[in-house]
């Protein structure tokens, strides 16, 4: 009887753990449920899966190691940090407008002579001591080669002027200043400027010849900087130089002054120019002849009215523009000398 009473003992609980049991065990069970439970346990396991999850994890926070290889797809933003190497070759002479990067110096910047361990030579970058910032017209200089001759000459000139040879492409040589004591044409790089043009260099003196120009002979821009403008309405100019001819020209020496307005000034064709500027006398700006209409208009010297046509009378010659025409002798008279009497039978 004992026995029987143990083996139901049994089989309720085998029936009991069939079903799960309401609440978790002291201690755990040799072999896990076949079903996985719905909530997941308090305590996460101590030894990661050997699988890896289908999704990753979607933290605000980005890991504190970085990845061994760079991510395919470049970021969005740049660093905040420049990166630590500089440019391998400066320029002498550093751009007029400054970077949005802080730079030490920037727009027109004379030459100094530099004495260092790393060089002998000129400079242009802006670092000059402060003793010859204070004192430009003994110090500095607006071009290398009067630097590198006035500090360097003899043995050491051309190892100065070789630092940066004229033609070296990131290196401005020498500065331009405006003509104002020679011939007043444009703007010279001579390093022949006045003292008072080297005190003031940042008004002055230019980094090339095309800011000089705008800046000091902005009315003869072309002319000063050499250049050739882009014409874009005709090459066709009016000419008010003759004394008092009416021409329209197309030689190529448009002043620049129309070149700056060319919409108005300048033509297509001849004929559009001497029609716009000319109209008044436009048979002289065509260069051709006139014949005349035929048709009649007063003439005030002789008190009469006379036919629009060249030769013997009633022909009083070629109209001018200004001339109001009328297609018979009476209408003439009639309008314009009504109170001449016998103006039509003269």
């Not at 060089?119 to 630097?147: F, H, K």
């Not at 040589?173 to 080297?198: I, T």
């Not at 109209?279 to 008190?303: H, P």
Request: aromatic share 12%; with cysteine; charged share 20%.
């Amino acid at each position: 009887m004992k026995f029987a009473a143990a083996a139901l003992t049994l089989l309720a609980a085998v029936g009991r753990g069939a079903q799960g049991t309401p609440a978790p065990t002291d201690v755990p069970s040799g072999m896990p449920s076949n079903v996985p439970s719905d909530l997941p346990s308090n305590v996460p396991s101590d030894v990661p899966s050997d699988v890896p999850s289908q999704s990753p994890s979607e933290s605000a926070q980005p890991s504190d190691q970085p990845s061994d290889q760079p991510s395919e797809t470049p970021s969005d933003v740049p660093s905040d940090q420049p990166s630590d190497e500089p440019s391998s070759t400066p320029s002498c002479s550093p751009s007029s407008a400054p970077t949005e990067s802080p730079s030490t110096k920037y727009g027109v910047n004379l030459f100094y002579p530099e004495w260092t361990s790393s060089g002998i030579g000129c400079r242009n970058d802006g670092d000059e001591p402060d003793y010859m910032a204070v004192n430009p017209t003994e110090w500095l200089s607006s071009t290398m080669q009067a630097c590198c001759k006035k500090y360097f000459d003899g043995y050491m000139y051309d190892d100065c002027m070789g630092r940066y040879p004229p033609d070296h492409d990131d290196c401005n040589v020498m500065l331009y200043y405006p003509d104002w004591n020679g011939s007043n044409q444009g703007c010279l790089d001579d390093g022949k400027e006045p003292y008072y043009m080297l005190s003031n260099h940042q008004y002055f003196l230019s980094n090339s010849i095309e800011e000089c120009c705008e800046k000091f002979y902005d009315w003869d821009f072309f002319e000063c900087s050499g250049t050739t403008p882009v014409l874009t309405h005709g090459e066709f100019y009016p000419d008010w130089s003759g004394g008092g001819t009416s021409t329209c020209l197309a030689d190529g020496k448009i002043p620049d002054y129309m070149i700056s307005n060319q919409n108005w000034y300048l033509s297509t064709t001849l004929e559009k120019c001497c029609d716009r500027h000319f109209y008044w006398n436009i048979n002289e700006c065509l260069g051709t002849t006139s014949v005349g209409s035929n048709d009649w208009y007063v003439s005030y010297e002789d008190v009469k009215c006379v036919q629009d046509c060249s030769g013997a009378e009633p022909c009083g010659g070629v109209a001018e523009p200004w001339d109001k025409l009328y297609s018979t002798k009476e209408k003439c008279c009639k309008e314009k000398l009504p109170w001449v009497a016998k103006c039509r039978f003269n």
